[in-house]
């Protein structure tokens, strides 16, 4: 218990010979250094699961989340220990500021892996039905770029109602004929019954009619066979186009994707938005409990130790300062008075040997 305190208090950044003198603060500091322990621990977690997302690597994931939660760790520690507790809550917040800027930087992008893995069912569906759209505008810009097999099936539909036509009346011929070889009574037979004049006259009209037909029916089939190879072929490039176009779609399913798919939710169903929201408010709470901890503890013995050391040490850096400044400033007055000593003695023989000339 002894040795994870030391190291709760070490994660909250204090002095420990300090803090063993206030035996009351103890547990606080534990408190915060175990703020700032999990707080790191929550963020490498958050982060990996955010880098698996992107990677797909079980050993980079690892190996990225314990860098992150290592800094995550070693800067609110930095921010923690440096915090003093001067009774200036607006300084305190001052330098807690940059920390907490990015403690709602960091939640608002890691709160987004968070996201897409709670509302996984919603964003597939959401993103298969935005595939399927997709497909369909595809499937209409494709028509809107083969303008040339619907022109060849208005060929083919033609020539198949010229076939019918043929056929039409070269059935409309032979009812005319068996009508005169039975006797049926109608506007365009005798009422007869055998093979008399008239009969002959209508079998003649149905043996040009069927040889019509049929010239006809071999023509158009002929002109059909080669419409429909080009037809073929203009749908085989058209399948490929859009199988590649719906190989492509059916991989959109990146991050990207399925972020466009939760914005797109989060917009249509007012729950999810909120639930988005709360998401984002406890990583914003989460990145920033240390400093909030640390901020909202009031000042105790420890701080005013603290204090009291810092300033003592200040102030005998200073002296030290001063002394050294005084010993420097007096060494040079000394070389200044022998410099001075030696130039006056120089001087005086040269001027004796002035006054003897």
Known sequence: MNKLSHFLWFCAG??????????????????IGGTVLFTAIFAGLAAGYALHTVFDDLVVTILLALVWATAIFNLDRYIVGTMRKNGKPWTEFKLAAPRLVLAIVLALVIAKPLELRIFEKEINQQLATQKLELVKQTKSALEANYPEIAALDLQIGALQEEIAASR?????????????????KTPGTSGRAGIGVNARKKEEQLDQAQKAYEETERLNRMKIDQLEVEKTRLNQLKEAALLDQESTISEMDGIAARLQALADLSQAQSAISLANSFIILLFILLETAPILVKWMTPRGPYDTLLAFRENALMLHTEEQWYQTQAKTTASREICDFQLANRTTRLKTPETSSSDLI
Request: with cysteine; glycine share 8%; proline share 6%.
């Open 14 to 31: 204090t002095y420990r010979p300090l803090l063993k003198r206030c035996p009351t603060e103890a547990n606080k500091y534990v408190g």
């Open 168 to 184: 039409q009346f070269r059935n409309e011929k032979q009812g005319e004929y068996d009508a005169e070889r039975f006797g049926v």
